[in-house]
């Protein structure tokens, strides 16, 4: 049974990494300035948005991170 929690736990924090990761890249794709992308994420820095945005900027991630859902 732990190992079910377990998984369910990680599965959770992927699916919700993945969620935030595609709603930043949309809104980055579609202009919207980082302050606001910072904002709507919670960060409180926007150093944290930009290192956020700037490390997946291969559109083959982007793609793997699809394909993992």
């Known amino acids: 049974m732990f190992y079910f929690l377990h998984l369910h736990t990680v599965l959770l924090r ?3 990494y993945v969620a935030r990761h595609s709603f ?6 579609s ?4 302050a606001i992308i910072s ?4 960060h409180s820095d926007l ?6 945005l ?3 900027e291969n559109s083959q991630i982007d ?7």
């Not at 150093?47 to 956020?52: D, G």
């Open 47 to 52: 150093k944290t948005t930009q290192i956020y």
């Open 24 to 29: 930043a890249t949309i809104l980055k794709r």
């Open 63 to 69: 793609e793997a991170m699809k394909n993992l859902l």
């Open 54 to 56: 700037d490390s997946f």
């Open 14 to 16: 992927l699916i919700t």
């Open 31 to 34: 202009g919207i300035n980082v």
């Open 39 to 42: 904002e709507a994420l919670g």
